[in-house]
């Protein structure tokens, strides 16, 4: 593939957060607000409230910062925990802006080889930009990025399954959606999004992340149309380098 720029998503595909579940994360960030609910509770709370904000939420605010901010509420509702929930709920979704995540060992080699061959690097997240930002200068790797963007940022609550973001970032990119990939690891969002806006959109799935929980992503057999399939399917960033000519 012969590309200009290419976007990265970031969780799961640059950095990941320790962790077997989402609702694991969400424990660690209660019991540090000191809120103690069993595990197995959190667990059916958190399944329960996912599917509200997919069928009630989602639909209405996509994936800006509010609407996250909202699924939080709802696992909160579900466990039956009282007073400012609104308030404790934005508290929590402060956390997951800047999470203690990890870089993968391929990523900095990566992107040096990609800047040698001379293609523009950016950043295309549901991270708002704080996040994106905290996390790339703590793992030493911002200067790789001339772009970096969220749906909060471009003003397209729906995020990567919007066109019109897609035609933001190439504008900012002077590049035509064949010159451009996004590189991800959630199907519905890091495929489907870019794809429907022509861009070349590659699917990374890291073994190190199999059998892990991601709130959204779809299997391969999920129904696909043609134009939605991914480019190409890599389980670490080489693979990538050996896509993108010299």
């Known amino acids: 593939m012969r590309v200009k720029v290419i976007f990265f998503d970031m969780d799961g595909t640059l950095v990941w957060v320790p962790g077997q579940r989402q609702a694991d994360w969400f424990l660690q960030i209660l019991q540090k607000l000191e809120i103690f609910p069993d595990p197995a509770e959190l667990e059916r709370a958190y399944r329960l409230a996912e599917r509200r904000w997919q069928q009630e939420v989602r639909p209405k605010l996509g994936f800006s910062a509010h609407s996250f901010v909202e699924w939080n509420k709802l696992i909160l509702e579900e466990l039956k925990i009282d007073g400012d929930l609104y308030g404790l709920a934005e508290r929590i979704q402060r956390y997951w802006e800047s999470p203690a995540d990890q870089l993968f060992a391929d990523v900095p080699d990566a992107l040096e080889e990609l800047r040698r061959r001379d293609i523009a690097l950016g950043i295309m997240s549901h991270r708002p930009l704080a996040g994106i930002e905290h996390s790339l200068r703590r793992h030493r790797i911002r ?104």
Do not use: C
Request: glycine fraction near 6%; charged fraction near 25%.
């Open 143 to 246: 200067d790789y990025f001339s772009w970096l963007a969220s749906p909060d940022a471009l003003e397209s609550p729906w995020g990567k399954l919007d066109p019109a973001l897609w035609t933001k970032l190439l504008h900012l990119a002077k590049a035509n959606p064949h010159q451009a990939m996004h590189v991800g690891d959630d199907f519905e969002t890091d495929i489907r999004g870019p794809r429907r806006a022509g861009l070349h959109a590659v699917w990374i799935e890291r073994p190190e992340l199999r059998g892990r929980f991601y709130p959204g992503r779809l299997s391969p057999s999920s129904p696909q149309l043609p134009s939605e399939q991914a480019s190409a399917r890599i389980a670490n960033l080489q693979e990538l380098l050996d896509l993108v000519p010299t």
